[in-house]
């Protein structure tokens, strides 16, 4: 009997720990994204406030992004793909610089925001994002259903975006901008689903391991 306590108390704790680990992990994924944040937020209204900052992206005469103007746009994206390939090799506090890094970049291929719409419509889009992304990073973090076949998918549409994204630039068509957005905002809203369930996947798999074991044995 006291060996059959020892065994149910030991199972009992290790499900504890997996929990708490499982708490701990998102806590810190979640920090490191709010920090990241803050980081996008700070360099786009410190660029975009600055006409002399601006000025060094865009052409004097036509006000449309020059040659480094274009690269800061579309640099994110080359980061986003360089930065998967290269992880596996990357140490920890390496990745978290050139994810901090990434951060940056792409505050400064926002900066334009701040000269195009008002302060009180950024405000308002980004507690819709915020909103938008809570909600669906919750569904994927307590989905039950298997998500892992939507990456190769989600990830051919966005590359499918971007080439439509570089098309409409030269033809400027508004119907394609407009089938833009609400294809962007689908395969992002799935990207978000499908992120936070393959962070929560691998202690969730553990902690199912203990679950799924006879309660003797917990």
Not at 133 to 159: C, E, H, N, P
Request: with cysteine.
């Amino acid at each position: 009997m006291a060996e059959f306590d020892t065994v149910r108390s030991v199972g009992v704790g290790a499900r504890a720990q997996i929990d708490e680990g499982l708490r701990a992990h998102m806590n810190k994924v979640y920090g490191l994204m709010s920090v990241a944040m803050v980081v996008t937020a700070g360099v786009a209204w410190a660029v975009g406030s600055s006409d002399a900052l601006l000025a060094i992206f865009r052409d004097p005469l036509t006000l449309r992004p020059n040659i480094l103007g274009w690269v800061v746009m579309f640099a994110p994206i080359a980061m986003v793909f360089a930065f998967g390939a290269l992880l596996n090799r990357m140490s920890a506090a390496a990745a978290q610089v050139f994810f901090y890094a990434f951060a940056a970049v792409m505050g400064l291929s926002l900066a334009w925001i701040f000269k195009v719409f008002t302060g009180v419509s950024i405000a308002q889009t980004f507690l819709i994002t915020a909103i938008s992304f809570a909600g669906l990073s919750l569904y994927g973090y307590v989905t039950k259903r298997d998500l892992s076949g939507m990456g190769t998918f989600l990830m051919m549409g966005l590359i499918g975006l971007l080439v439509a994204m570089v098309v409409n630039i030269f033809l400027a068509s508004s119907a394609l901008a407009f089938a833009i957005s609400v294809i962007g905002v689908l395969i992002f809203a799935g990207l978000t689903a499908y992120d936070t369930h393959t962070c929560s996947t691998p202690c969730k798999a553990t902690l199912n391991g203990w679950r799924s074991l006879p309660s003797w044995g917990r």
